[in-house]
């Protein structure tokens, strides 16, 4: 635009582009776009290489002076850049297409100053997300932010990429496409390439070729569904708050610094049950678990060095503290003692989505000195929804059930309550808030004594039920909770748990996470009928449901941090904890700055969203270095590589999802390498039986697979449990055999053999979206892939490169461990590949390449050119 807001032709920019050095070509492209260009369109329409000048270039309104930028307080700080005034506009707003030099330490780079928008506008999360994301990435300097802005100028063309690689992935240019959610499409398809890379170089991810193959637009189309799935989600979020979403309000969700640390404590608002300790969970707790329950020693085998309950001051006001210690001696949660071995502090919390506060014993120095407890029996988490099957045309039906306080219903034994004292209370105060003469006081002292209390003696309070923040206290609560779905008829073997293998008859099933159990059935009424078997189960236990959060059958649910539902069938991340957790990442790549606490809790939450497509784990390496270094709640200089890989979590948020829908594919695949010659992959039908059961064996460390062969091995040779197969290896076919250009270390090539594996199956646009047996003779490669990352040097760049064409496939791969004398891919990876006899029509389909076109258009008009 000129100064007076007309629009310049395209033709005077180009004169005014001619002008400068470069200018030319500058020209040339704007005049003549090279076909299928993968860019996004500017808010008027226009190519955005349009914006991508250098910086002497005047397009439209003046760029800003030096000056001008000294005095802009929302450039000068990242932070005031959330700052709005009540009629929503910004507090220096410029034109939208305002180009500003960005005062950034990180960056030289050019960023664009947002003008005001309407205040409805701004409270959709949708729209601040897409906003905040462009104003940060124009002004950072990260690898993932570099490939951004080079992206979005055209990126690097290359002609000589072979198009049966899925990577890098060409960029969408679609008019269909609002601008914000095609930015939201490349900046994912940018993380995919960035992943594969290794993060090795921001250039490595750029987009080169300009067609895209059959693969490459799949996977196109799988982010464009996932991201408007996103948008659509975020769309509907409703903000209750009167502020509107920012980066820096994403980020205080994580900060305590930027928050009240601890609510104020108030009695009356603390969440209490009429009757605490009522439950014995001693009948629940399996024998081997009860031994360390029942006797101190065997618990704490070193003793305990906790702080003095007299060294402890309880947080808030001392009378606010006797008043609540008073009441939770009515109901049962609290015993009285003398002399305590040890006590730890105690503060509160809000409870989420109530005005009520939950009261925590904070028992970490406790817990380090007890023994290591057990890992809660059949505990759930958002892994296991990955294991859900929906069968094509079918709808599921979710429940949900809820213990109130369950913490608080579950008795502690007498032998261990001198251990879970807090802070000192005064006879005399607790007396006077009791209404109680002292001598009546001494019911509730376990160690009162034939003395007389004093009204100066100081007591302790101890805890006569299970803590909250006690490391056995959970593996107590899931053994009582699982009780509860076994009295209602709920096998175990129907409790999803990733230690354990899926029940193959999937029409019901649950999974249970300390105090809630999840159901799903694939019949209402069904599901109805084992409701009110569980309701009675609560009654006959003696367990307090909390009524308010049931859920009946329901299409969708919030379970775990996870949303599941029927359209489209998916598992995928609470918007309740992404949204914070995406503008939380905004704001730390504006600043660059965080305190080790908010950064270790940012990450927390990013890993729980990564069990779900356990490959998003790869994305992060340098982060748990800084995550791991000293708890410190003062905010310093993030690392830029730990910044980069946060980046690229957000890009890839939206494949954070699960297909409950996906298909087991009838298919075997193998891989292995040899150092004496390179790579090999095989792979063979099979029936859907036999793959079903092949599946199940997967989610078992302790299960391998064995081939028809005369190898002869002792009895007992092997820990695990082989499942054979009635197939031989020279059944197989050879797909891959692949002459390594150097000899690595074995892990490496290893790790290379499952991506070439990973790179053939996702050529096959039949195969994207579905899950695929694959069996490795590595067990490091097996179980890093199994884990979804690894911290070896030989390993991660490999399991990076997995997992990329993994999220951008969808492909869900069941590993497998076969030994080395029964792995099919032994042969071709040694160089002896067996070759069929007839073409593989079941496992490539024929199809017409431009190739063979082109031949038969030759062919066509050879007798014309012979005239």
């Not at 960056?107 to 897409?130: N, V």
């Not at 590595?778 to 399991?799: M, N």
């Not at 029964?822 to 002896?832: I, M, Y």
């Amino acid at each position: 635009m000129d100064g007076a807001g007309h629009k310049q032709p395209r033709l005077t920019l180009c004169l005014e582009a001619l002008l400068t050095p470069g200018g030319l070509l500058l020209c040339i492209e704007m005049l003549v776009p090279p076909p299928g260009l993968g860019c996004w369109r500017s808010p008027e329409g226009r190519d955005a290489r349009e914006a991508s000048f250098p910086e002497n270039v005047i397009i439209g309104d003046p760029v800003l002076s030096e000056p001008a930028l000294a005095t802009d307080p929302r450039l000068a700080d990242p932070a005031a850049s959330a700052e709005r005034t009540k009629d929503g506009e910004s507090n220096s707003h410029r034109h939208e297409d305002q180009k500003v030099d960005s005062p950034s330490d990180r960056s030289p780079a050019t960023s664009e100053a947002k003008d005001g928008r309407a205040a409805d506008t701004m409270r959709s999360p949708w729209s601040a997300l897409c906003g905040a994301l462009e104003s940060a990435l124009s002004s950072s300097d990260l690898p993932m932010a570099r490939c951004f802005r080079e992206g979005r100028a055209g990126g690097v063309f290359d002609q000589d990429v072979p198009r049966q690689s899925l990577f890098p992935l060409p960029l969408v240019y679609d008019e269909a496409l609002e601008r914000e959610e095609e930015m939201m499409v490349n900046l994912c398809i940018l993380g995919l390439n960035h992943l594969d890379s290794g993060f090795s170089d921001a250039r490595n991810a750029l987009p080169r070729g300009r067609h895209s193959s059959a693969a490459q637009r799949s996977v196109q189309d799988r982010v464009r569904r996932a991201c408007r799935r996103l948008r659509t989600r975020m769309e509907d979020l409703v903000d209750e708050s009167d502020s509107c979403w920012t980066p820096l309000r994403g980020l205080s969700s994580f900060d305590a610094s930027l928050q009240s640390v601890y609510p104020v404590l108030v009695a009356d608002l603390v969440d209490i049950l009429e009757k605490a300790a009522a439950v014995d969970p001693l009948s629940s707790v399996p024998h081997e678990v009860r031994t360390f329950l029942d006797d101190p020693r065997r618990l704490f085998p070193d003793g305990v060095l906790g702080k003095a309950p007299r060294q402890l001051k309880p947080s808030g006001n001392r009378a606010e503290y006797t008043k609540l210690t008073a009441k939770l001696l009515r109901c049962g949660k609290l015993r009285l003692r003398r002399q305590a071995e040890a006590a730890a502090p105690v503060f509160v919390v809000g409870k989420r989505g109530s005005h009520l506060l939950r009261q925590i014993w904070s028992g970490h120095d406790i817990s380090l000195a007890a023994r290591r407890p057990p890992k809660p029996y059949r505990l759930g988490n958002p892994g296991v929804f990955c294991r859900i099957r929906k069968l094509p045309g079918s709808r599921l039906y979710f429940s949900k059930r809820d213990a109130r306080a369950f913490f608080d219903q579950l008795c502690l034994p007498k032998c261990l309550r001198k251990f879970f004292g807090r802070p000192a209370v005064i006879a005399g105060d607790l007396a006077r808030e009791l209404e109680l003469e002292l001598r009546e006081l001494a019911k509730w002292v376990d160690d009162a004594g034939p003395g007389e209390l004093a009204a100066a003696t100081t007591l302790t309070p101890v805890m006569a039920c299970w803590p909250m923040g006690f490391s056995w206290s959970s593996v107590v609560a899931q053994a009582v909770m699982v009780d509860v779905c076994r009295r209602s008829g709920l096998s175990d073997a129907q409790l999803l748990s990733l230690e354990h293998a899926p029940p193959t008859d999937m029409s019901e099933l649950g999974t249970v996470a300390t105090d809630d159990i999840i159901l799903v059935h694939d019949d209402a009424e069904r599901g109805r009928e084992r409701l009110a078997k569980l309701d009675a189960a609560f009654v006959s236990r003696g367990v307090e449901r909390n009524i308010g959060k049931d859920v009946d059958c329901a299409s969708e649910i919030e379970a775990l941090g996870c949303h599941l539902g029927n359209d489209p069938p998916w598992a995928e991340p609470s918007l309740g904890k992404l949204v914070p957790l995406l503008f939380g990442i905004l704001q730390l790549v504006i600043s660059g700055r965080a305190s080790p606490d908010t950064f270790s809790s940012m990450l927390g939450t990013a890993q729980w969203f990564a069990q779900l497509p356990r490959w998003l784990f790869s994305v992060f390496h340098a982060s748990y270095d800084f995550a791991r270094g000293v708890p410190d709640r003062i905010s310093k200089e993030v690392p830029d590589s730990c910044v980069n890989e946060m980046l690229v979590f957000f890009a890839l948020a939206p494949l954070a999802i699960v297909d409950l829908e996906a298909p087991l594919l009838p298919l075997i695949t193998a891989c292995d390498a040899a150092p004496e010659f390179g790579f090999g992959v095989s792979v063979r039908d099979t029936t859907p039986e036999e793959a079903a059961q092949m599946a199940a064996a997967s989610t078992q460390l302790d299960r391998h697979i064995e081939l028809l062969e005369d190898t002869a091995e002792a009895p007992g040779m092997r820990r695990s449990t082989a499942t054979k197969l009635p197939y031989s290896v020279d059944s197989f076919v050879d797909v891959i055999s692949l002459k390594a250009k150097v000899v690595q270390h074995s892990g490496a090539m290893e790790a290379h053999g499952l991506l070439l594996l990973v790179q053939w199956l996702a050529r096959a646009v039949g195969r994207h979206g579905c899950r695929v047996i694959a069996a490795v003779d590595a067990q490091a490669v097996l179980y890093a892939a199994k884990k979804g990352r690894s911290s070896s040097p030989t390993l991660h760049v490999p399991l990076m490169r997995i997992s990329a064409h993994c999220l951008a496939a969808g492909l869900q791969l069941l590993l497998l461990w076969v030994p080395s004398s029964h792995n099919p891919a032994d042969a071709p990876s040694r160089g002896a590949r067996r070759r069929p006899q007839v073409r593989r029509h079941s496992l490539k389909q024929h199809r017409i390449t431009p190739v063979s076109r082109l031949d038969r258009m030759l062919r066509e008009l050879l007798p014309y050119v012979r005239q």
